[in-house]
């Protein structure tokens, strides 16, 4: 049975459904993706803002028990030392509680250093103020100042130095979400904006579609309609569609054609009408006598021609038709109406059940005819065997006697349907109501067209399987295309593989032709000229530039004749510039089981970087041994005289001087260490504040004076700004400051510049001494390298100083670079950008070093249309105070305890003393108690962390605001009834009351 194909409406129901139904699917994906984003950072967030609150609190409770300690060693007061004590036992217990908080989280193994640093200096800490506490009660001032200067001061710096560590990380950590969930809301804002494009896409795309597929075509079959209607013979383009429109194209091209026919035909007959006419009208008089036997024979002429146009019209319903059951639908009845029958039934054997299925079926009523016999019997069997016709009179039952029961009996005419060999290929049962037996004309005629109907009955459904092989076969192409594109894609992705991997890639036949090679073994040896070639020649071509003498050429011979079971070589090559390259060779055996053929894949892998790190590594191993076994043999050798002889005090302070200084040495060389391994695991924490580095570089040179009977000559321009840390700094002019004094030992001076040069600030360190060989330039900065010659074997150093410049200046977006002539001096400069102060003229200052905390009070104030400043140093609020001209800030709310050395109270001790933007509004922001001097004014607040961004523009909106004429008495006392009644006593009477969170504000009657 032919597949029923799906309507126009169908499919265009279809189309707007699938639509719609990806479209919403995939907004709704989209939405709930995001959406869960979101959630998923704001959760993240809240619990790292957590985590960091702890810590700074825990922070600021180290600074408190160090102060309290700090100041009952200063005043020796009793109540300082039970505040400390308190305040002691309190931080041990908080310190433990967060311990645990962060073990049960990731943070035991991201800050596991820090942390276990921080544990091991407060316990070092708590058991040295034990000590020092009974110093003090003994009054033993020198001993507590030695302590503090070994081990107190030194666990206070580690502590503090752990917490910034942490906090930085943190602060890194909040960042990031806050970036993450910004962008992921953004994202969220564009997913109406899609919603509305994709629904404008897709109904443009579906007016498109309806356009071509579906009004157009209607358009041209109208007008071909009109045309025919209008008397000419139009013939459509057809579509090969196999929808209504289709049909509609093939049914106006037949009706043009039948029309034409029929045209042509009446006009033949019209001739022979007026031809017999002349002629009857010539005989009329010799004809009279037989016209009514001439109205008979027209008569009969005129069923003949009736016949003969329903035979024509049956044949012509016989081809022309795409599918078989259009075919059966208008060929059967066209035969039944040709041959004056009422009902016809064709049935054929199924080849694949071996029954007898009914094809079509004509004029019997509904349900009379089951649509497959298992097998036939009777007169149907008989006429399959014999390939003869058989009539059979039969009663009719109830639903076959018509509408008014007029019929009784019904004639049955079997007809086999014979192929052009005779074969039998299906039945055709005739029945006529009403008649008992057989004309022999109608017989006969019944016979040719029966054989007609066969004939193309089996043509058709040729046609039909063709067309259903023509299907398959187009399926199939298409699965076969498919599939090449897949193997394709296929084949595509493991080349990019291949060429993706950094091993070079050789393979082979069995006979060693080379079959493949990827692009890194052409960009290791030039691989070009050997494809094609043989394998064992390209080994042969390494082997000859290998200055260890391997056998390249013999390994792979015997690789290749299988006598060979290490599959695995290594081998050096020389280049003609001295250098070495180092290579590991892998060869795998490959087998195709289908055609038993086998190949070989050679890898190179280039090794050069492992053995330059193996070499690194033993010189480390070699320069750490030797740098500290020297100062460890010094002071096991002196601390060795001390425990073991009886040495004058003279002697014993000199040797532990020695002792001392050896052991300094070593730990600036542990340092050394610890700082470059930090830095280049990006775990140095920087606090970037304006310094000054004409102060640096003139401090840092003041004390290298005369070191080693070197001068130091400065050239130095007042006041050079840069954003730093100035303790990194610091160590970075010391560091250059070191090897100029190193590495000139014949000469008496070293240079110094500190200068401007537009927005840049330009260090210079110059010194006139070795100079630099030329070999050596590329690898000065390479951690543990020093210049190997005989002037510079006498020099000690670990050659990590230059390595740390380096890393400090790049970490400050600086640049690092110097100019050298053996035997003449070097010069090492660093540029970097100069500091430029933020204008705070009418803006709201935000002074803080809790970068969250910054940008939130930020776009609190931003969405008020009010401007921000936002600055994370007490140094850089002075520097900008300094330089801001205008009108005066709206306000500044400010951190206590800021990066860098100064604190918030500087900045407002500035503010203060400044004589025009003295009386700007100030609130102190901080998680500090306030101290016993401070007291609030007008325009100077005290809120303390935490507080919420409402308090917070509250506050600040109330201090901005102009004084008015009749301004509102404020008390500081919240006690309604008190201030009520206290008013009253003084005359003054009371009209509304106003509670606030931490005042009261009291309106009173005018004249009062």
Same mark, same amino acid.
């Given at each position: 049975?032919?597949?029923?194909?799906?309507?126009?409406?169908?499919?265009?129901?279809?189309?707007?459904?699938?639509?719609?139904?990806?479209?919403?699917?995939?907004?709704?994906?989209?939405?709930?993706?995001?959406?869960?984003?979101?959630?998923?950072?704001?959760?993240?967030?809240?619990?790292?803002?957590?985590?960091?609150?702890?810590?700074?609190?825990?922070?600021?409770?180290?600074?408190?028990?160090?102060?309290?300690?700090?100041?009952?060693?200063?005043?020796?007061?009793?109540?300082?030392?039970?505040?400390?004590?308190?305040?002691?036992?309190?931080?041990?217990?908080?310190?433990?509680?967060?311990?645990?908080?962060?073990? &049960?989280?990731?943070?035991?193994?991201?800050?596991?250093?820090?942390?276990?640093?921080?544990?091991?200096?407060?316990?070092?800490?708590?058991?040295?103020?034990?000590?020092?506490?009974?110093?003090?009660?003994?009054?033993?001032?020198?001993?507590?100042?030695?302590?503090?200067?070994?081990?107190?001061?030194?666990?206070?710096?580690?502590?503090?130095?752990?917490?910034?560590?942490?906090?930085?990380?943190?602060?890194?950590?909040?960042?990031?979400?806050?970036?993450?969930?910004? $962008?992921?809301?953004?994202?969220?804002?564009?997913?109406?904006?899609?919603?509305?494009?994709?629904?404008?896409?897709?109904?443009?795309?579906?007016?498109?579609?309806?356009?071509? $597929?579906?009004?157009?075509?209607?358009?041209?079959?109208?007008?071909?309609?009109?045309?025919?209607?209008?008397?000419?013979?139009?013939?459509?383009?057809?579509?090969?569609?196999?929808?209504?429109?289709?049909?509609?194209?093939?049914?106006?091209?037949?009706?043009?054609?039948?029309?034409?026919?029929?045209?042509?035909?009446?006009?033949?007959?019209?001739?022979?009408?007026?031809?017999?006419?002349?002629?009857?009208?010539?005989?009329?008089?010799?004809?009279?006598?037989?016209?009514?036997?001439?109205?008979?024979?027209?008569?009969?002429?005129?069923?003949?021609?009736?016949?003969?146009?329903?035979?024509?019209?049956?044949?012509?319903?016989?081809?022309?038709?795409?599918?078989?059951?259009?075919?059966?639908?208008?060929?059967?009845?066209?035969?039944?109406?040709?041959?004056?029958?009422?009902?016809?039934?064709?049935?054929?054997?199924?080849?694949?059940?071996?029954?007898?299925?009914?094809?079509?079926?004509?004029?019997?009523?509904?349900?009379?005819?089951?649509?497959?016999?298992?097998?036939?019997?009777?007169?149907?069997?008989?006429?399959?065997?014999?390939?003869?016709?058989?009539?059979?009179?039969?009663?009719?039952?109830?639903?076959?006697?018509?509408?008014?029961?007029?019929?009784?009996?019904?004639?049955?005419?079997?007809?086999?349907?014979?192929?052009?060999?005779?074969?039998?290929?299906?039945?055709?049962?005739?029945?006529?109501?009403?008649?008992?037996?057989?004309?022999?004309?109608?017989?006969?005629?019944?016979?040719?067209?029966?054989?007609?109907?066969?004939?193309?009955?089996?043509?058709?459904?040729?046609?039909?399987?063709?067309?259903?092989?023509?299907?398959?076969?187009?399926?199939?192409?298409?699965?076969?295309?498919?599939?090449?594109?897949?193997?394709?894609?296929?084949?595509?992705?493991?080349?990019?593989?291949?060429?993706?991997?950094?091993?070079?890639?050789?393979?082979?036949?069995?006979?060693?032709?080379?079959?493949?090679?990827?692009?890194?073994?052409?960009?290791?040896?030039?691989?070009?000229?050997?494809?094609?070639?043989?394998?064992?020649?390209?080994?042969?071509?390494?082997?000859?530039?290998?200055?260890?003498?391997?056998?390249?050429?013999?390994?792979?011979?015997?690789?290749?004749?299988?006598?060979?079971?290490?599959?695995?070589?290594?081998?050096?090559?020389?280049?003609?510039?001295?250098?070495?390259?180092?290579?590991?060779?892998?060869?795998?055996?490959?087998?195709?089981?289908?055609?038993?053929?086998?190949?070989?894949?050679?890898?190179?892998?280039?090794?050069?970087?492992?053995?330059?790190?193996?070499?690194?590594?033993?010189?480390?191993?070699?320069?750490?041994?030797?740098?500290?076994?020297?100062?460890?043999?010094?002071?096991?050798?002196?601390?060795?005289?001390?425990?073991?002889?009886?040495?004058?005090?003279?002697?014993?302070?000199?040797?532990?001087?020695?002792?001392?200084?050896?052991?300094?040495?070593?730990?600036?060389?542990?340092?050394?260490?610890?700082?470059?391994?930090?830095?280049?695991?990006?775990?140095?924490?920087?606090?970037?504040?304006?310094?000054?580095?004409?102060?640096?570089?003139?401090?840092?040179?003041?004390?290298?004076?005369?070191?080693?009977?070197?001068?130091?000559?400065?050239?130095?321009?007042?006041?050079?700004?840069?954003?730093?840390?100035?303790?990194?700094?610091?160590?970075?002019?010391?560091?250059?400051?070191?090897?100029?004094?190193?590495?000139?030992?014949?000469?008496?001076?070293?240079?110094?510049?500190?200068?401007?040069?537009?927005?840049?600030?330009?260090?210079?360190?110059?010194?006139?001494?070795?100079?630099?060989?030329?070999?050596? $330039?590329?690898?000065?900065?390479?951690?543990?390298?020093?210049?190997?010659?005989?002037?510079?074997?006498?020099?000690?150093?670990?050659?990590?100083?230059?390595?740390?410049?380096?890393?400090?200046?790049?970490?400050?977006?600086?640049?690092?670079?110097?100019?050298?002539?053996?035997?003449?001096?070097?010069?090492?400069?660093?540029?970097?950008?100069?500091?430029?102060?933020?204008?705070?003229?009418?803006?709201?200052?935000?002074?803080?070093?809790?970068?969250?905390?910054?940008?939130?009070?930020?776009?609190?104030?931003?969405?008020?249309?009010?401007?921000?400043?936002?600055?994370?140093?007490?140094?850089?609020?002075?520097?900008?105070?300094?330089?801001?001209?205008?009108?005066?800030?709206?306000?500044?709310?400010?951190?206590?305890?800021?990066?860098?050395?100064?604190?918030?109270?500087?900045?407002?001790?500035?503010?203060?003393?400044?004589?025009?933007?003295?009386?700007?509004?100030?609130?102190?922001?901080?998680?500090?108690?306030?101290?016993?001097?401070?007291?609030?004014?007008?325009?100077?607040?005290?809120?303390?962390?935490?507080?919420?961004?409402?308090?917070?523009?509250?506050?600040?909106? &109330?201090?901005?605001?102009?004084?008015?004429?009749?301004?509102?008495?404020?008390?500081?006392?919240?006690?309604?009834?008190?201030?009520?009644?206290?008013?009253?006593?003084?005359?003054?009477?009371?009209?509304?009351?106003?509670?606030?969170?931490?005042?009261?504000?009291?309106?009173?009657?005018?004249?009062?």
């Amino acid at each position: 049975m032919p597949t029923k194909m799906r309507s126009i409406a169908s499919n265009v129901s279809v189309l707007i459904f699938t639509t719609i139904l990806l479209f919403a699917v995939f907004v709704l994906a989209t939405g709930l993706t995001m959406n869960n984003h979101i959630i998923e950072a704001r959760d993240n967030l809240e619990l790292e803002m957590q985590d960091q609150a702890l810590v700074e609190s825990l922070y600021n409770d180290s600074q408190t028990v160090v102060s309290d300690l700090r100041a009952y060693l200063a005043f020796g007061r009793a109540d300082f030392l039970t505040q400390f004590l308190a305040m002691r036992q309190t931080f041990d217990a908080k310190l433990n509680d967060i311990s645990d908080r962060f073990q &049960s989280r990731d943070y035991g193994e991201k800050f596991s250093n820090e942390w276990n640093a921080i544990l091991k200096a407060w316990a070092s800490y708590r058991q040295s103020s034990e000590t020092v506490i009974e110093l003090k009660k003994s009054g033993s001032m020198e001993e507590i100042e030695n302590m503090s200067k070994t081990t107190t001061t030194s666990n206070v710096n580690d502590m503090n130095r752990n917490f910034q560590t942490i906090m930085s990380s943190q602060n890194e950590s909040v960042q990031r979400w806050l970036d993450d969930n910004r $962008k992921r809301t953004d994202m969220l804002i564009l997913l109406p904006i899609l919603v509305v494009t994709g629904a404008a896409i897709a109904g443009g795309l579906l007016v498109v579609y309806l356009r071509r $597929k579906v009004i157009g075509p209607i358009v041209q079959a109208d007008a071909a309609v009109n045309r025919i209607a209008d008397g000419e013979y139009v013939q459509v383009a057809l579509s090969h569609r196999n929808d209504e429109l289709g049909r509609l194209e093939r049914g106006i091209n037949f009706m043009s054609g039948e029309l034409r026919q029929r045209h042509v035909a009446l006009k033949e007959s019209n001739k022979e009408l007026i031809d017999q006419r002349d002629l009857l009208e010539a005989q009329n008089e010799e004809i009279s006598a037989q016209q009514v036997e001439q109205q008979e024979m027209l008569l009969k002429l005129t069923d003949r021609e009736r016949e003969l146009e329903l035979i024509t019209t049956y044949q012509e319903k016989l081809t022309g038709h795409v599918e078989i059951k259009a075919f059966l639908n208008h060929s059967v009845k066209a035969l039944l109406q040709a041959l004056h029958q009422d009902a016809a039934v064709l049935i054929a054997e199924n080849p694949e059940t071996s029954a007898f299925d009914v094809i079509y079926s004509y004029g019997y009523p509904q349900g009379a005819l089951p649509s497959s016999y298992k097998e036939l019997f009777g007169p149907s069997m008989r006429v399959l065997h014999e390939k003869q016709a058989i009539y059979r009179k039969r009663q009719l039952n109830a639903d076959e006697r018509g509408i008014h029961g007029g019929y009784d009996t019904a004639l049955d005419q079997y007809y086999p349907l014979l192929d052009e060999y005779s074969h039998v290929i299906g039945m055709l049962l005739i029945t006529s109501y009403g008649a008992s037996e057989v004309d022999d004309t109608l017989h006969r005629l019944t016979k040719g067209l029966v054989r007609q109907f066969a004939l193309a009955f089996l043509a058709q459904t040729t046609n039909e399987e063709r067309r259903k092989q023509a299907y398959l076969l187009e399926e199939l192409n298409e699965e076969l295309s498919q599939e090449r594109d897949s193997l394709q894609q296929q084949r595509d992705l493991v080349r990019r593989i291949i060429e993706s991997i950094h091993e070079g890639m050789v393979m082979c036949d069995g006979g060693g032709r080379i079959l493949f090679s990827n692009e890194r073994m052409n960009e290791m040896f030039g691989f070009d000229r050997f494809s094609g070639s043989n394998v064992r020649d390209f080994c042969r071509h390494l082997e000859a530039g290998a200055p260890d003498k391997s056998q390249l050429g013999e390994f792979a011979e015997a690789v290749l004749n299988g006598t060979l079971e290490q599959v695995q070589e290594r081998f050096t090559l020389a280049l003609e510039d001295g250098r070495e390259e180092h290579f590991e060779l892998y060869v795998n055996s490959i087998t195709d089981p289908i055609e038993n053929t086998r190949s070989f894949l050679f890898v190179f892998r280039d090794r050069t970087n492992e053995e330059m790190a193996d070499e690194m590594k033993n010189e480390f191993i070699s320069i750490v041994s030797h740098e500290l076994r020297t100062p460890l043999a010094s002071v096991l050798g002196f601390m060795e005289i001390l425990l073991n002889r009886d040495i004058p005090k003279e002697k014993q302070k000199k040797y532990m001087e020695t002792i001392y200084k050896e052991a300094s040495r070593l730990s600036n060389l542990i340092n050394d260490f610890l700082d470059l391994q930090r830095m280049e695991s990006g775990k140095q924490a920087y606090q970037h504040i304006p310094v000054n580095m004409s102060a640096v570089v003139r401090d840092v040179s003041e004390q290298w004076q005369g070191k080693q009977d070197h001068r130091i000559d400065t050239a130095i321009e007042p006041e050079v700004f840069v954003t730093a840390d100035i303790d990194r700094m610091t160590q970075v002019m010391h560091n250059l400051l070191s090897n100029a004094v190193k590495y000139s030992p014949t000469a008496d001076r070293i240079a110094v510049r500190v200068a401007k040069d537009r927005d840049y600030a330009v260090i210079e360190v110059q010194d006139f001494g070795l100079g630099i060989p030329e070999d050596a $330039k590329e690898k000065l900065f390479n951690k543990f390298y020093r210049v190997d010659n005989s002037d510079r074997r006498q020099i000690g150093g670990t050659g990590l100083g230059l390595a740390i410049v380096k890393e400090i200046i790049e970490s400050h977006h600086g640049t690092l670079t110097f100019e050298s002539e053996l035997g003449v001096g070097s010069t090492f400069r660093i540029r970097m950008k100069t500091y430029r102060a933020t204008g705070m003229g009418g803006k709201v200052v935000i002074v803080e070093d809790d970068e969250n905390l910054s940008k939130l009070i930020a776009v609190a104030f931003e969405k008020l249309n009010v401007s921000t400043v936002q600055l994370r140093s007490a140094e850089d609020a002075v520097l900008s105070l300094r330089e801001t001209t205008g009108p005066a800030p709206l306000i500044c709310i400010v951190d206590i305890q800021l990066d860098g050395k100064k604190l918030g109270w500087d900045f407002i001790a500035e503010l203060l003393q400044h004589p025009v933007y003295r009386n700007t509004p100030v609130i102190v922001s901080t998680v500090l108690e306030p101290p016993k001097h401070f007291h609030e004014t007008d325009t100077g607040k005290y809120l303390r962390k935490p507080f919420t961004i409402d308090r917070l523009l509250e506050l600040a909106a &109330s201090l901005m605001e102009p004084a008015q004429s009749n301004p509102t008495v404020v008390f500081p006392v919240q006690d309604r009834e008190a201030i009520a009644t206290k008013l009253e006593e003084k005359g003054i009477h009371v009209t509304d009351l106003k509670i606030k969170r931490d005042i009261i504000e009291v309106e009173v009657k005018k004249h009062d």
